[in-house]
């Protein structure tokens, strides 16, 4: 063998070696009785067993274990060059086997899972610290320094965003802070959050007090829970997509993600399952501005288009208006006054509320006159999925703070796309204004604004609800048109009294009568709007002068306010479990939801009877005068048909 | 510095105005549906066509389309006229019209 050949096999040997060497886990005592160490061995196995092989390849070096001493509510720690350290008191169970049948009041069940996880908890602070990157993140890192060093923080490309100062393996990469709760401030390129939001149903409140923390617990459930891809579905598919590898005996999921449905009608069981695989598309949704001071930026949220059972994804699916929901984020106020300086301070929770498609449509275009614009985002399937996975984990952890100007809807809306698409293009938008953010979307590609091109079209399939005020004005037009009516003017024509307009019903043929029936419709409305500032108004006042007569009323409107939190909080249903909810724990779920929903129904039962009884006489007998007008020309327009022998639906 | 306090303020203004109006809805319609009689909920599970939901929700687009001939269409209407069409075999020749028609005068 020559002499060049003889050192390429040296090298060979060593590269071999090297590639070969693994994560060692090494027990540093002597003192230990021959079953301590065995028991203690046994444990450490377990442990690497459960890790990823990435995981035990990249953090290739020898890991002392030895038992401490320490305070009796730790179970160990980690240090830079003492390795981990368990509590010594915990090693006669473990010894002795009571370990593994001694329950613990955490997830983890028992004592010796609760060492077997602080073993991997450990050790992942040890794999996070060892800044243990992939040779094209090490490049990517080294590219956006550089970048930062030559063009400052304005000149940096997006992808650099949060990628210039890096020290940790998993703990500060950009996706993983928006999984876990920790997003980006608006406006602040790239700064994060320091409160996490993600508040309710953690396994372990520990894993809030920093994002080092948060990768360390999470890491202990993700290999040890086979159940923690149904619980957190998003962090699970971010861990297994770092290691490459998913654990073994995975728990199946079910079909559908548990959520809460916060519409009006509490006569129905609010418990329902969203699907993502029954999700056609995602549309952003704006209520547009009106003229109104008060809402000049519009509301955000998302439109979940929803299949009907048997209906294949598809366009149709447009259609299936009664299966849409609606996300909204709303400050939760469980009372009739608002507090502008709560809502500053954030003194109101903001939480995700999940509402009927059209609950929305009816509140935005009938009741505020606002119109809505429904603009489908342009997700891959995979995209759209994971951010209706993503809405429906918000739904069950997330109790934020409102905050008016730096977290309202739409910087809410924003960091729900953002960490449930994970669509690079998100990763740097920045946006505090509802039709701000539209703006930004399309402008990216993000949406697709054409479907507002042709107004008609855009009517007649859903991507545009337009504002009943326009509608008004295209009945008085009819109206004006089919009968000899004074007024010029539709606002004259509603604030004429209820028996004035009565007469001319009459007169009135079908396409006059049809326009007749959305204008008594409109000045119904106008009615209980009145009423219900004049409620609100005596109410408030009458909170602090202690007017009696409101009683009862007054108590059942704040206790549905205050007990309808739930459909917003859903989490509070439930004790135990972490994440998502699972199938065994929808049993209690269901019965839960139904009491609080039927507690609620009676409230508002209570309050329908009350309710009218506090009516100023002249009021009441107006809102009366305009129901009996709808159920006029409800019978006029049935007679109109039958006289004409029109079709009859069975 | 003064000038740019001064346009915070106003901005907190304008924002607080904004979404009072936003987080009271919630509020105002408890109100709006004690005082309002005319609300009907309808159950998931019925059979007959002319209870279903979605063409009870798509009453006011028929008013709209039978006042103006057809010029204003909303897509909840549009929901309903499949909906008949897929359900009632007689429904499937009949024009949009006589539909919005049929719906009016449920």
């Not at chain 1, 086997?97 to 955490?106: D, I, W």
């Not at chain 1, 602080?118 to 992942?124: A, K, R, Y």
């Not at chain 1, 603009?375 to 409102?402: C, F, K, M």
């Not at chain 1, 399939?461 to 109206?479: I, K, T, W």
Request: hydrophobic residues 40%; aromatic residues 6%; charged residues 25%.
């Amino acid at each position: 063998m020559s002499l060049p050949r003889a050192w390429l096999l040296m090298l060979a040997l060593l590269v071999s070696v090297g590639s070969q060497a693994e994560l060692r886990l090494v027990l540093s005592e002597s003192d230990l009785s021959l079953a301590e160490r065995q028991a203690t061995q046994v444990l450490l196995d377990e442990a690497l067993q459960a890790l990823p092989p990435r995981f035990k390849q990249q953090l290739d070096r020898r890991v002392k274990l030895r038992w401490r001493d320490l305070p009796a509510e730790v179970y160990g720690r980690a240090g830079r060059f003492s390795g981990i350290e368990l509590n010594a008191l915990l090693l006669p169970a473990l010894t002795d086997g009571r370990a593994a049948t001694a329950r613990t009041e955490r997830p983890h069940g028992s004592v010796r899972r609760e060492l077997l996880a602080t073993v991997l908890h450990e050790l992942t602070h040890l794999y996070d610290r060892a800044q243990l990157w992939s040779p094209a993140q090490k490049s990517l890192l080294q590219h956006c320094r550089q970048r930062l060093n030559s063009f400052g923080p304005v000149g940096l490309p997006d992808d650099c965003r949060g990628q210039t100062a890096r020290r940790f393996t998993l703990s500060d990469d950009p996706q993983l802070l928006d999984l876990a709760g920790w997003p980006q401030r608006v406006g602040s390129r790239g700064q994060r959050e320091a409160e996490n939001g993600q508040l309710a149903r953690s396994p372990d409140s520990y894993e809030l007090s920093n994002p080092r923390e948060f990768v360390a617990v999470n890491m202990e459930y993700f290999l040890l829970d086979p159940a923690y891809a149904c619980r957190r579905p998003s962090l699970a598919r971010h861990l297994a997509r770092h290691f490459a590898w998913t654990p073994p005996d995975q728990a199946q999921c079910d079909d559908g993600h548990a959520y809460l449905n916060a519409g009006r009608d509490f006569a129905r069981q609010p418990l329902g399952r969203l699907e993502p695989a029954r999700v056609y598309a995602v549309d952003y949704l704006l209520a547009e501005a009106n003229d109104a001071w008060a809402s000049r930026w519009g509301h955000s949220m998302l439109r979940l288009v929803i299949c009907a059972p048997g209906r294949a994804l598809g366009p149709d699916c447009r259609l299936d208006l009664d299966q849409h929901l609606v996300l909204s984020y709303r400050a939760f106020v469980g009372d009739v006054q608002l507090s502008s300086w709560d809502g500053l301070t954030g003194a109101y929770p903001s939480r995700l509320f999940v509402l009927p498609l059209e609950q929305v449509i009816e509140e935005y275009t009938k009741i505020e006159l606002r119109s809505l614009a429904s603009i489908p985002l342009q997700l891959t399937r995979e995209q759209l999925e994971n951010l209706v996975t993503r809405a429906a984990e918000q739904h069950w952890s997330y109790d934020g703070d409102y905050y008016f100007i730096s977290n309202n809807c739409a910087v809410e809306t924003l960091k729900l796309l953002r960490s449930g698409s994970q669509h690079p293009d998100l990763h740097a938008l920045d946006s505090i204004m509802p039709n701000g953010l539209l703006d930004s979307l399309l402008a990216r590609g993000l949406a697709d604004g054409s479907v507002l091109d042709d107004p008609r079209e855009a009517l007649r399939l859903g991507y545009r609800f337009d504002s009943f005020r326009e509608r008004y004005q295209a009945m008085f037009a009819v109206l004006q048109q089919r009968l000899p009516i004074e007024q010029s003017r539709v606002e004259d024509w509603l604030e004429q009294p209820a028996t004035a307009r009565q007469p001319w019903f009459a007169k009135a043929d079908l396409r006059a009568s049809a326009a007749l029936l959305l204008l008594e419709q409109a000045a119904l409305r106008r009615q209980l709007l009145l009423a219900q500032e004049e409620l609100k108004q005596r109410y408030l006042s009458g909170r602090a002068g202690q007017d009696a007569s409101l009683g009862k009323a007054g108590g059942a409107l704040e206790q549905i306010l205050a007990n309808s939190g739930f459909l917003s909080r859903p989490a509070e249903l439930l004790e135990g479990g972490y994440g998502l909810p699972q199938s065994s724990e929808w049993q209690r779920l269901e019965a839960e939801s139904r009491n609080r929903q039927q507690h609620l129904r009676r409230l508002s039962d209570d309050l329908d009877q009350e309710v009218r009884s506090l009516l100023e006489p002249e009021r009441l007998a107006e809102l009366e005068a305009s129901e009996n007008n709808l159920a006029q020309l409800g019978a006029h327009l049935r007679g109109l048909h039958k006289a004409s022998g029109g079709l009859t639906l069975p | 510095m003064y000038r740019s306090l001064l346009s915070a303020v106003v901005v907190v203004a304008l924002f607080a105005g904004s979404v009072q109006a936003q987080t009271l809805v919630a509020s105002s319609n408890v109100i709006i549906r004690a005082v309002d009689r005319t609300f009907d909920f309808t159950s998931d599970t019925t059979t007959s066509i002319r209870d279903s939901k979605i063409v009870l929700a798509a009453r006011d687009d028929a008013a709209s389309f039978v006042a103006t001939q057809g010029a204003i269409r909303g897509v909840q209407l549009e929901a309903a006229l499949g909906a008949i069409r897929s359900r009632v075999p007689e429904a499937q020749g009949a024009s949009d019209l006589v539909l919005a028609e049929a719906i009016l005068a449920l």
